[in-house]
């Protein structure tokens, strides 16, 4: 079986505020990494939408079949995240019902999705892909070439 090491962040300045989505993809031949502008939203979507993307990214990287019969372990410094997709928090916003359930089924696409709390120190590169999206967005607004 095939093991593949994700590593996700997600933030907003300001609560809600501008945010982005970073990841970073390893393992078995596999090494990308992603950030991305998300809009205006809170911290705790970003950081649920860094997992569903790194998930569905990986999976487009190794194609279905392969996912089928692959581990992920997902490494991720939100508290939250982690423990609602373990089971230990329950999912009381309804705006994070939503992407609860997207997140559920995109871990149905691999034999094991697992999931670890990591300190905000070792989540070093995931978390250079936000804020390079966040300061690159900033930097077009003031340029006046906001897309």
Do not use: C
Not at 58 to 69: D, P, W
Not at 109 to 132: L, Q
């Amino acid at each position: 079986m095939n093991t593949y090491n994700i590593w996700t962040d997600g933030g907003a300045r300001g609560n809600p505020g501008p945010a982005a989505i970073g990841f970073v993809i390893s393992g078995e031949g596999v090494e990308d990494g992603h950030g991305a502008y998300i809009g205006e939203t809170t911290n705790n979507v970003a950081e649920y939408r860094a997992v569903i993307e790194a998930l569905r990214k990986l999976k487009l990287l190794i194609g279905a079949e392969a996912a089928k019969g692959s581990a992920v372990i997902v490494r991720a410094d939100s508290q939250l995240v982690v423990r609602q997709a373990l089971g230990e928090y329950r999912v009381k916003e309804a705006g994070l019902k939503q992407l609860f359930m997207e997140l559920w089924n995109a871990r149905q696409d691999f034999h094991s999705v697992d999931f670890i709390h990591i300190p905000r120190e070792e989540n070093g590169k995931a978390d250079g892909f936000v804020n390079r999206a966040l300061d690159e967005r900033e930097a077009r607004q003031r340029q006046g070439n906001l897309v």
